[in-house]
């Protein structure tokens, strides 16, 4: 079955950093675009950046442009988040996403952003 782990979620100071991790199994890793979301208390789900199957090509939102970026090992079946100059605003659960016809989520790794 589809599997989709989390990992590296946690508390750091407003201008710190997170490597986010989501690994993946279940299905060929590397035939599928892979994404991060984020929900924040009482706002919805938000994409937060994409990254295609063999990682040539990302895009990302507005709001996190030139402080986030998503990469992928696809020998490893992993996709990575690196979140620099983190601000409060990006405090949120962050949610791997892949779509096999339907989507599935991961559980979730909790980000808190601040001082």
């Known amino acids: 079955q589809v599997q989709l782990v989390e990992s590296g979620g946690g508390l750091v100071q407003p201008g710190g950093s997170l490597r986010l991790s989501c690994a993946a199994s279940?299905?060929?890793?590397?035939?599928?675009?892979m994404s991060w979301y984020r929900q924040a208390p009482g706002k919805e789900r938000e994409l937060v950046a994409a990254?295609?199957?063999?990682?040539?090509?990302?895009m990302y939102a507005d709001s996190v442009k030139g402080r986030f970026t998503i990469s992928r090992d696809n020998a490893k079946n992993t996709v990575y988040l690196q979140m620099n100059s983190l601000k409060p605003e990006d405090t949120a659960v962050y949610y791997c996403?892949?779509?096999?016809?339907?989507?599935?989520w991961g559980q979730g790794t909790r980000v808190t952003v601040s001082s």
């Open positions: 990254i295609t199957s063999a990682g040539g090509s990302t």
């Open positions: 279940g299905f060929t890793f590397s035939s599928y675009a």
């Open positions: 996403h892949v779509a096999l016809g339907i989507g599935y």
